[in-house]
């Protein structure tokens, strides 16, 4: 507590003596101390504080928005949606006057060009909170820092006791790279829309800009695909150990994308093939070179399934389901898998990969790919994602020497499914076994020989779910090392500091806490009691 609250609080006092307990309880609240700007993940390029200077949130604040834009007022609306439970204030959301509104600001002009198109200032003095941005999605990044910023008691559902208080400072704040990515295994246990939804917001608070969606795998298939129905009905009715399959419907589906672009997040949708097909394959017999169906399948191998790269029937099959994917699909990338393809033979690979690149294309998506389908035709724009477990891979970096990009995923780093030690009761360790320090100690831009910066798209943590069943798995799997990753992506390698980021992410803990997180307290950070 600073000098002048424990003088605020003393004269409470005073006066309480003075007037008799309904004073005490009309009295102002002390002031509290204000979250550092070091407990902020990720870690913003600059951030400063400005002493003595304390905002505070109050019944009367407005949250005013670039007066003409849409996407504005929405994330206007957003910010008071998350803050009117906790502060019982109204908040209501309006155009912003002309000249420096008091209060909270979300404006379009007056940013520095450097924070470009995802990047934002943001300034707190004792009459207001500003965010500027060039784009809305900057906007949307500095409401997160906002957040993060308020006591972690501004996340709960049911009023909280104040003061609503931010520190004075300067912010000016913009990610390292374009692409920073979580993917979801829905294929091995099926998730409905409202836990994507829930991990969609959880990514969001950390500034990530993209869902991979692994749509499809032996074990299920999980998006209504209309010229090939039985997919999802039959294909879409198993997941791993006999657990309950499901799929989304394609109006589920597209409710999804729209609820992740409202938090500035694109859908990545991932057909993986022509290996992890099973659940295709039991679901049509022509699909199958012998023209007979597999059984379903729910246990956990991989490698064992095919898609039928001689069959004409093949293509028209893929033609139709990414058709029909892409037009789901506003955003420029579709996944096509390629990974662990073992049943398929090199050269059957290859052919296979260059039809599939070719369809994509024709559908006017950018093609993304496992980084196995580097052993394929490189074709302009694809995007390789690596998710091996050492640090140099020559057919990697060869295409990444001819233009490929590539989005980092080592599995002994990034992967959310692996066991954080021994014990864990959940996960795998075919990669490792990763806390904290292995998630996040590691630079994407010089991690992989002959893929440096330049030719890093982003970075992405993949989180299977073989044996991750439902949201409290997630949680438990993604919480802390998600925000490792995530800071990876946005913060600048000049911010990396191992000790620093512990105790950025200790300081989450209370905030997890009281959003319902329950994550995993790996003894390498020190959590800070309450919220
Ligand atoms: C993978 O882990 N098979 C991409």
Known sequence: MTGPGIRRTLSALALAVATGAAALLAAPAAQAATIPLTSVVPAPVTAAPTAGVTYTLGSATTVYTEPGSTAAADIGAYLAGILRPSTGYALPVAPAPTGSPSGIALLLTGAPASVGAQGYQLDVTSTAVTVRANQPAGLFAGVQTLRQLLPAAVEATTVQAGPWQVGGAHVVDYPRFGYRGAMLDVARHFFPPAAVRRYVDQLALYKINYLHLHLSDDQGWRIAINSWPNLAVYGGGTAVGGDPGGYYTQADYTALVAYAASRYITVVPEIDMPGHTNAALASYAQLNCNGVAPARYTGTNVGFSSLCVPLALTYTFIDQVVGELAALTPGPYLHIGGDEASSTSATDYTTFIDRVQQIVAAHGKTVLGWHDVVHATPQPSRIAQFWGTGTSDAAVAAAAANGTKVIMSPANRAYLDMKYKNSTRLGQKWAGLIDVDKAYD?????????????????????????????????????????????????????????????????AQGPRWRVMGIGYYQSTQVSWPAGS
Request: hydrophobic share 40%; no cysteine.
């Open 442 to 506: 590691w630079n994407p831009g010089a991690y992989l020989s002959g893929v440096g910066e330049s030719s890093v798209l982003g970075v992405e943590a993949p989180l299977w779910t073989e044996t991750i069943r439902t949201t409290a798995d997630i949680d438990y799997m993604a919480f802390p090392r998600l925000p490792a990753l995530a800071e990876l992506g946005w913060s600048p390698y000049s911010t990396h500091n191992l000790t620093a980021f512990k105790t950025r992410l200790g």
